[in-house]
Protein backbone atom coordinates (compact mmCIF):
# COMPACT_ATOMS: atom_id res chain seq x y z
CA UNK A 1 0.00 0.00 0.00
CA UNK A 2 1.16 3.53 -0.18
CA UNK A 3 2.29 4.98 2.59
CA UNK A 4 4.61 7.86 4.11
CA UNK A 5 6.56 8.05 6.18
CA UNK A 6 8.27 11.29 8.02
CA UNK A 7 10.89 9.87 10.40
CA UNK A 8 10.99 12.47 12.57
CA UNK A 9 8.25 13.26 14.75
CA UNK A 10 10.09 16.96 16.33
CA UNK A 11 13.46 18.75 15.58
CA UNK A 12 14.69 21.17 17.03
CA UNK A 13 16.70 23.98 15.55
CA UNK A 14 18.40 27.61 16.57
CA UNK A 15 17.29 30.63 14.72
CA UNK A 16 19.59 31.16 11.99
CA UNK A 17 20.94 27.24 11.35
CA UNK A 18 19.76 25.23 8.54
CA UNK A 19 16.75 22.70 8.03
CA UNK A 20 16.17 19.69 6.85
CA UNK A 21 12.94 17.46 7.05
CA UNK A 22 12.77 14.28 6.01
CA UNK A 23 10.48 12.59 3.50
CA UNK A 24 9.75 9.10 2.22
CA UNK A 25 7.12 7.54 0.09
CA UNK A 26 6.20 4.15 -0.67
CA UNK A 27 4.86 3.82 -4.19
CA UNK A 28 5.87 1.83 -7.53
CA UNK A 29 5.43 5.12 -10.17
CA UNK A 30 6.53 8.85 -8.81
CA UNK A 31 3.88 10.33 -7.34
CA UNK A 32 2.59 14.12 -7.25
CA UNK A 33 4.57 15.44 -3.84
CA UNK A 34 3.72 18.01 -1.67
CA UNK A 35 4.89 19.96 1.42
CA UNK A 36 2.40 21.92 3.76
CA UNK A 37 2.87 23.85 7.33
CA UNK A 38 0.56 24.55 9.59
CA UNK A 39 0.70 26.13 12.58
CA UNK A 40 -1.26 25.83 15.84
CA UNK A 41 -5.13 25.42 15.97
CA UNK A 42 -4.78 26.60 11.77
CA UNK A 43 -5.48 24.83 8.64
CA UNK A 44 -2.84 23.68 6.01
CA UNK A 45 -0.91 25.78 3.99
CA UNK A 46 1.01 25.03 0.82
CA UNK A 47 4.99 25.29 0.69
CA UNK A 48 5.70 23.37 -2.21
CA UNK A 49 5.04 21.17 -4.53
CA UNK A 50 6.43 18.60 -7.48
CA UNK A 51 4.82 16.93 -10.14
CA UNK A 52 7.55 16.63 -12.94
CA UNK A 53 10.59 18.25 -14.40
CA UNK A 54 13.19 19.86 -12.34
CA UNK A 55 14.02 17.69 -9.00
CA UNK A 56 14.90 20.53 -7.40
CA UNK A 57 11.63 22.64 -6.45
CA UNK A 58 11.58 26.15 -4.94
CA UNK A 59 8.32 27.46 -2.48
CA UNK A 60 7.65 29.97 -0.73
CA UNK A 61 9.27 31.90 2.53
CA UNK A 62 12.56 30.31 1.80
CA UNK A 63 11.56 26.43 1.61
CA UNK A 64 12.74 23.89 -1.03
CA UNK A 65 12.40 20.50 -1.64
CA UNK A 66 14.39 17.80 -3.82
CA UNK A 67 12.84 14.73 -5.31
CA UNK A 68 15.08 12.07 -5.08
CA UNK A 69 13.66 9.02 -7.30
CA UNK A 70 16.57 6.54 -6.27
CA UNK A 71 15.95 7.10 -2.37
CA UNK A 72 11.73 7.39 -2.48
CA UNK A 73 12.42 10.88 -1.03
CA UNK A 74 11.44 14.07 -1.06
CA UNK A 75 13.41 16.41 2.00
CA UNK A 76 12.45 19.68 2.87
CA UNK A 77 15.64 22.41 3.40
CA UNK A 78 16.12 25.62 4.37
CA UNK A 79 19.14 27.48 4.56
CA UNK A 80 18.95 29.23 7.26
CA UNK A 81 15.69 29.26 9.99
CA UNK A 82 13.26 31.84 11.35
CA UNK A 83 11.37 32.11 14.97
CA UNK A 84 8.35 32.05 12.77
CA UNK A 85 9.06 28.93 10.92
CA UNK A 86 8.21 26.97 14.39
CA UNK A 87 5.03 25.12 12.95
CA UNK A 88 4.23 21.30 11.98
CA UNK A 89 5.10 20.26 8.38
CA UNK A 90 3.65 17.84 6.60
CA UNK A 91 4.97 15.85 3.30
CA UNK A 92 1.69 14.24 1.25
CA UNK A 93 1.80 12.05 -1.61
CA UNK A 94 -0.72 12.04 -4.28
CA UNK A 95 -0.59 8.85 -6.37
CA UNK A 96 -4.13 8.75 -7.75
CA UNK A 97 -3.45 11.85 -9.53
CA UNK A 98 -7.49 11.35 -11.08
CA UNK A 99 -9.11 11.71 -8.02
CA UNK A 100 -6.92 13.97 -5.92
CA UNK A 101 -6.61 12.04 -2.98
CA UNK A 102 -3.84 13.22 -0.49
CA UNK A 103 -1.88 10.66 1.92
CA UNK A 104 0.06 12.35 4.27
CA UNK A 105 2.81 11.30 6.49
CA UNK A 106 2.56 11.41 10.29
CA UNK A 107 3.81 15.45 10.58
CA UNK A 108 7.45 16.59 11.67
CA UNK A 109 7.07 19.47 14.69
CA UNK A 110 9.66 21.66 14.21
CA UNK A 111 10.84 23.87 17.15
CA UNK A 112 12.97 27.33 17.07
CA UNK A 113 15.41 27.86 19.77
CA UNK A 114 16.42 32.09 19.93
CA UNK B 1 -11.31 37.59 -0.58
CA UNK B 2 -11.73 33.97 -2.19
CA UNK B 3 -11.01 30.84 0.49
CA UNK B 4 -12.51 27.72 2.64
CA UNK B 5 -14.23 28.91 5.55
CA UNK B 6 -15.41 26.57 8.50
CA UNK B 7 -18.04 26.93 11.26
CA UNK B 8 -17.74 26.40 14.07
CA UNK B 9 -14.42 26.76 15.03
CA UNK B 10 -14.94 25.02 18.38
CA UNK B 11 -17.57 22.40 18.95
CA UNK B 12 -18.96 20.47 21.51
CA UNK B 13 -21.33 17.62 21.75
CA UNK B 14 -22.45 15.12 24.04
CA UNK B 15 -21.86 11.56 23.72
CA UNK B 16 -25.00 9.98 21.49
CA UNK B 17 -25.73 13.23 19.62
CA UNK B 18 -24.95 13.79 15.71
CA UNK B 19 -23.00 17.40 14.89
CA UNK B 20 -22.76 18.79 11.46
CA UNK B 21 -19.58 20.69 10.58
CA UNK B 22 -19.82 23.54 7.98
CA UNK B 23 -17.56 24.09 5.01
CA UNK B 24 -18.21 26.71 2.59
CA UNK B 25 -15.59 27.76 -0.45
CA UNK B 26 -15.93 30.02 -2.60
CA UNK B 27 -13.30 29.15 -5.36
CA UNK B 28 -15.29 27.88 -7.22
CA UNK B 29 -12.93 24.63 -6.81
CA UNK B 30 -15.20 21.28 -8.41
CA UNK B 31 -13.78 18.97 -5.55
CA UNK B 32 -14.04 18.65 -1.82
CA UNK B 33 -12.40 17.00 1.14
CA UNK B 34 -12.92 16.08 4.66
CA UNK B 35 -9.87 15.15 6.96
CA UNK B 36 -9.65 14.29 10.33
CA UNK B 37 -5.98 15.02 12.29
CA UNK B 38 -5.04 13.06 15.39
CA UNK B 39 -1.66 14.34 17.07
CA UNK B 40 0.90 12.32 15.52
CA UNK B 41 -1.22 10.34 13.01
CA UNK B 42 -1.10 13.44 10.21
CA UNK B 43 -4.70 13.70 8.03
CA UNK B 44 -6.87 11.21 7.34
CA UNK B 45 -8.91 11.28 4.62
CA UNK B 46 -12.87 10.70 5.55
CA UNK B 47 -14.53 11.63 2.51
CA UNK B 48 -14.38 13.51 -0.50
CA UNK B 49 -16.49 14.57 -4.14
CA UNK B 50 -15.49 15.60 -7.31
CA UNK B 51 -18.46 17.00 -8.42
CA UNK B 52 -22.24 18.00 -7.34
CA UNK B 53 -24.21 15.10 -6.07
CA UNK B 54 -21.20 12.84 -6.11
CA UNK B 55 -18.88 11.75 -3.46
CA UNK B 56 -16.84 8.96 -2.07
CA UNK B 57 -15.56 7.35 1.01
CA UNK B 58 -12.05 7.63 2.42
CA UNK B 59 -9.98 5.77 4.81
CA UNK B 60 -12.26 6.48 7.68
CA UNK B 61 -15.88 7.07 6.71
CA UNK B 62 -17.75 4.44 9.08
CA UNK B 63 -19.45 7.13 11.79
CA UNK B 64 -19.51 9.60 9.18
CA UNK B 65 -21.62 11.29 6.62
CA UNK B 66 -21.72 13.67 4.12
CA UNK B 67 -23.86 15.77 1.24
CA UNK B 68 -22.92 17.91 -1.89
CA UNK B 69 -26.14 19.55 -2.87
CA UNK B 70 -23.89 22.63 -4.08
CA UNK B 71 -20.90 23.10 -5.05
CA UNK B 72 -19.75 25.44 -2.40
CA UNK B 73 -20.66 23.41 -0.06
CA UNK B 74 -19.79 20.08 1.93
CA UNK B 75 -21.23 19.64 4.82
CA UNK B 76 -19.84 16.67 7.49
CA UNK B 77 -22.00 14.86 10.29
CA UNK B 78 -20.63 13.23 12.61
CA UNK B 79 -22.81 10.45 14.26
CA UNK B 80 -23.24 9.05 17.13
CA UNK B 81 -21.81 5.96 15.43
CA UNK B 82 -18.34 7.39 15.63
CA UNK B 83 -16.42 5.74 18.57
CA UNK B 84 -13.62 8.32 18.96
CA UNK B 85 -14.93 11.59 17.30
CA UNK B 86 -12.87 14.17 19.63
CA UNK B 87 -10.28 15.82 17.11
CA UNK B 88 -9.64 18.18 14.82
CA UNK B 89 -11.30 18.38 11.49
CA UNK B 90 -10.33 20.01 8.29
CA UNK B 91 -12.26 20.84 5.00
CA UNK B 92 -10.40 21.41 1.82
CA UNK B 93 -10.96 21.89 -1.90
CA UNK B 94 -9.37 21.88 -5.45
CA UNK B 95 -9.91 22.56 -8.82
CA UNK B 96 -10.74 19.95 -11.34
CA UNK B 97 -8.72 17.60 -12.12
CA UNK B 98 -8.03 16.62 -15.42
CA UNK B 99 -6.36 13.44 -16.55
CA UNK B 100 -2.22 13.28 -15.95
CA UNK B 101 -2.58 17.11 -13.98
CA UNK B 102 -3.04 17.13 -10.38
CA UNK B 103 -3.97 20.94 -8.68
CA UNK B 104 -3.13 21.39 -5.00
CA UNK B 105 -5.62 21.33 -2.17
CA UNK B 106 -6.79 24.70 -0.34
CA UNK B 107 -7.36 24.03 3.22
CA UNK B 108 -9.70 25.99 5.80
CA UNK B 109 -8.86 26.62 9.52
CA UNK B 110 -10.68 23.77 10.63
CA UNK B 111 -13.25 22.73 13.65
CA UNK B 112 -12.32 21.20 16.42
CA UNK B 113 -15.05 18.70 17.99
CA UNK B 114 -14.84 17.65 21.79
CA UNK B 115 -17.11 15.04 22.90
CA UNK B 116 -18.22 15.78 26.17
Known amino acids: AQSVTQPDIHITVSEGASLELRCNYS??????LFWYVQSPGQGLQLLLK??????LVQGIKGFEAEFKRSQSSFNLRKPSVHWSDAAEYFC????????????FGQGTTLQVKP | DGGITQSPKYLFRKEGQNVTLSCEQN?????MYWYRQDPGQGLRLIYY???????QKGDIAEGYSVSREKKESFPLTVTSAQKNPTAFYLCASSSQTLPGELNEQFFGPGTRLTVL
Open chain 1, 27 to 32: YGATPY
Open chain 1, 50 to 55: YFSGDT
Open chain 2, 49 to 55: SQIVNDF
Open chain 2, 27 to 31: LNHDA
Open chain 1, 92 to 103: AVAPYFNTGKLI
